[in-house]
């Protein structure tokens, strides 16, 4: 089972170019969600997606887009990246409305911003 | 509000030895799920055990048990019989009604051969 896929796993950027990452995940899951995790600052959520069509922020939205693009995926976008915005990025996805459904994550892409 | 509260930022367990980390949380939702979480220096999130609010048990998967007191707001996760391998962050979650999912700051668990 595949699971949450993330792409890419790696990116160097330099401040102010713009690029999206992947998610996709194959549970058949309602929710999905971005987080961004810095040393020393556990896991700070971003967006979220709870249903197809729907998007919401989370605690740290500012600086970035996402696109619910169908059930499946699930797409962050860096407009114009920062170095503030150095960071590892998990996708994950959960059931909906249901308290005993874990998440699932994806194994991270690791974004430097020069 | 939401919170979980995870007061241990590194902790040392001698190998085959228990070890307990601990978690507490807030929340005014009446049902809710407590959820733990491993990550490896490889840095993957490895779903560990789940509890939930209304549960009469406390949870166990394995060498892993969760020590729920719902009165004290805490979901201590357990660890038995270490093994280097346990060596990674472990992170306390909880899901109320709402969609997000809360996450504490962590546990360095650090196992000593």
């Known amino acids: 089972n595949a699971g949450v896929?993330?792409?890419?796993?790696?990116?160097?950027?330099?401040?102010?170019q713009s690029m999206t990452l992947q998610c996709a995940q194959d549970m058949n899951h309602n929710s999905m969600y971005w987080y961004r995790q810095d040393p020393g600052m556990g896991l700070r959520l971003i967006y979220y997606s709870a249903s197809e069509g729907t998007t919401d922020k989370g605690e740290v939205p500012n600086g970035y887009n996402v696109s619910r693009l169908n059930k499946r995926e699930f797409s962050l976008r860096l407009?114009?990246?920062?170095?503030?915005q150095t960071s590892v990025y998990f996708c994950a996805s959960s059931g909906t409305g249901?308290?005993?459904?874990?998440q699932h994550?994806?194994?991270?892409?690791?974004?430097?911003?020069? | 509000a939401q919170k979980i509260?995870?007061?241990q930022p590194g902790m040392f367990v001698q190998e085959k030895e228990a070890v307990t980390l601990d978690c507490t949380y807030d929340t005014s939702d009446p049902s809710y799920g407590?959820?733990?979480?491993?990550q490896p220096s490889s840095g993957e999130m490895i779903f560990l055990i789940y509890q939930g609010s209304y549960d009469q048990q406390n949870a166990t998967e394995g060498r892993y048990s969760l020590n729920f007191q719902k009165a004290r707001k805490s979901a201590n996760l357990v660890i038995s019989a270490s093994q280097l391998g346990d060596s990674a962050m472990y992170f306390c979650a909880m899901k109320g009604t709402g969609n997000q999912f809360y996450f504490g700051t962590g546990t360095s668990l650090t196992v000593i051969p």
């Open chain 1, 105 to 114: 994550f994806g194994d991270g892409t690791r974004l430097s911003i020069l």
């Open chain 1, 5 to 16: 896929t993330q792409t890419p796993k790696f990116q160097v950027l330099k401040t102010g």
């Open chain 2, 34 to 38: 407590l959820f733990w979480y491993k």
């Open chain 1, 79 to 84: 407009e114009s990246a920062a170095p503030s």
């Open chain 1, 98 to 102: 249901v308290t005993n459904q874990p």
């Open chain 2, 5 to 7: 509260t995870q007061t």
